[in-house]
């Protein structure tokens, strides 16, 4: 006869069943959790496939509404926005970042009246405005000019809360940027209306190839190696994310998101009293696509399992290409 078996050893009979399986998990996937990212460009009329990313279109002002009313019938919560000027002429300090006749102030005003319960976040970087294409100014010899990238990027966050933006979310990595919106947010009356969400631990990775074609940001020299965290750098992420939390940060992200889910494991243990978001990144949509083109693997099933293992390790937000896909998954 065969070897009895400690008790607590026999696991199969405790998720035998779907809903036994389904109980095995601390949070489970609700539309509410999941943002979605989008392209505003400043061609008006524009609803431009992007190659890069299956699916994603970038959207011209007038074919906003068009475009998310379905979707918000479906149960959508919350949009990210990222600017893209094609038509106007980019400088050196990102001018157009918060141009009040640019994308993105046109697209805040304008889901704020169409869509009233849609919240609405705003990227906040230099990078797609840019004539250089880097996250924040530059000193002549092309290294960050720390001061001023702040000072800029706390005006457009501003400026973002000005226009009817419920979230601003800096992508750009400069030091004490967090600490510098969340002061001007108070100043100027919006320290109890607006969220900040920082991208704490955002890495410099390989996986930001689509991001970058789709929004024309890519950098004109150069790379961002010297302000988005290293891929092995643990102390540097923890200690960003602490950073950002002691500055103001209402929500902490963690970036890119299946190959950094240790960090966001690490992100739920030091930091346990924030919102934590993962971005699911262009280049992560991108692979998932093609594997599933490739026969790798079914594409839903393989878009659910990145969406449990983002909550298993922690994550109670998600900002995914997937989103539009997922509201019809969930429904
Ligand atoms: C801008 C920004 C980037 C992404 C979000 N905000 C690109 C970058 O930092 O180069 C990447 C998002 C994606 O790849 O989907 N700083
Ligand atoms: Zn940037």
């Known amino acids: ?27 489970h996937l609700t539309k509410s959790m999941l943002m979605y990212p989008i392209f505003i460009t400043d061609e ?41 000027p094609l038509l106007a002429k980019k400088d050196y300090c990102g001018t157009l970042a918060d141009d009040p006749e640019g994308p993105v102030i046109q697209a805040i005003k304008l889901i704020r009246k169409e869509f009233p319960d849609l919240v609405v976040a705003c990227d906040v970087c230099l990078c797609e405005y840019t004539d250089h294409g880097h996250c924040g100014l530059l000193n ?6 720390m001061a001023p990238s702040v000072k800029r990027i706390a005006e457009v966050a501003l400026n973002y809360a000005k226009a009817g933006a419920h979230m601003v ?31 704490s631990a955002k890495f410099a990775t390989s996986l930001y190839g689509p991001f970058r074609e ?12 010297c302000y988005q965290l290293p891929p092995n750098a643990r102390g540097l992420a923890k200690r960003a994310l602490l950073r950002d939390a002691n500055e103001g940060a209402d929500i902490l992200m ?63 937000l998600v900002l995914t290409y997937f989103t539009p896909d997922f509201l019809d998954w969930l429904s």
């Not at 496939?49 to 002002?61: A, C, E, T, Y």
């Not at 990595?173 to 108070?186: N, P, Q, T, V």
């Not at 789709?214 to 190696?225: C, E, I, L, Q, T």
Request: hydrophobic letters at 40%; a positive charge.
């Open 169 to 199: 979310a800096p992508s750009d990595m400069m030091d004490g940027r967090i600490k510098a919106i969340k002061e001007a947010l108070i100043a100027h009356g919006y320290g109890n209306r607006v969220n900040l969400m920082a991208y």
């Open 1 to 27: 006869m065969d070897r009895q078996l400690d008790i607590s050893s026999v696991l199969q009979g405790g998720y035998a069943t779907p809903l036994t399986r389904e109980l095995q998990a601390e949070r």
């Open 214 to 225: 789709a929004a024309g940001s890519a950098p004109s020299f150069g790379n961002r190696k």
């Open 254 to 316: 963690v970036k890119p998101g299946l190959p950094y889910l240790d960090i966001i494991s690490e992100a739920r243990t030091i930091c346990p009293n924030h919102p934590l978001a993962v971005y699911q990144v262009s280049g992560e949509y991108a692979m998932i696509v093609a594997g599933a083109n490739a026969g790798v693997y079914d594409l839903k099933t393989m878009a659910f399992e990145s969406m449990e293992c983002f909550l298993r390790a922690g994550c109670t």
């Open 140 to 145: 002549e010899d092309g290294t960050i000019f």
């Open 44 to 84: 008006p009329d524009a609803e431009t496939v992007i190659q890069s990313l299956p699916g994603q279109k970038r959207w011209g002002i007038n074919k906003l509404k068009g475009f998310l009313e379905p979707l918000v019938k479906k149960g959508l919560r919350s949009v990210i926005l990222f600017g893209v």
